[in-house]
């Protein structure tokens, strides 16, 4: 059986990131059902935003360096545009980049990972891990 692809929301990233130990992260318990994750261009460009040293930038480098990091291409901004639009509707809004990495899932038919559940529950298709 073919092991599932997991998106990973920049959400998750920062806390295994912060916490000291990593064994209390949601990405080692992640780690417990599949080895095969994946991160949006977002999530990319999210993280390096945030980063204010050297040595977080090397961490952070290496981290990269190891996980495919998916473009955020024509079809997901297509389906990024309707989730906007459904969430204007619905007056549930919430930030781009969430709705950006959100249909970076969506468009690969994969779950997401996330620690920001209130938001990315919105979301009508997205498969999310519990």
């Not at 806390?15 to 780690?31: N, P």
């Not at 509707?89 to 919430?94: G, S």
Request: proline share 2%.
């Amino acid at each position: 059986m073919e092991e599932q692809i997991i998106l990973l929301d920049t959400s998750v990233l920062i806390d295994f990131f912060r916490k000291t130990d990593k064994s209390k992260s949601y990405l080692y318990t992640l780690s417990k059902i599949s080895e095969s994750f994946v991160v949006s261009s977002v999530t990319h460009y999210e993280i390096y935003t945030g980063v204010n040293s050297e040595s977080q930038k090397s961490i952070w480098d290496q981290f990269f360096n190891g996980v495919d990091i998916i473009p955020f291409d024509v079809k997901a901004s297509g389906i990024a545009a309707d989730i906007d639009i459904q969430l204007k509707k619905a007056r549930k809004q919430i930030d781009s980049s969430d709705i950006f990495i959100a249909a970076t899932a969506i468009s690969l038919n994969i779950p997401c990972a996330t620690l920001n559940k209130k938001h990315f529950s919105r979301i009508a298709n997205l498969q999310l891990i519990d």
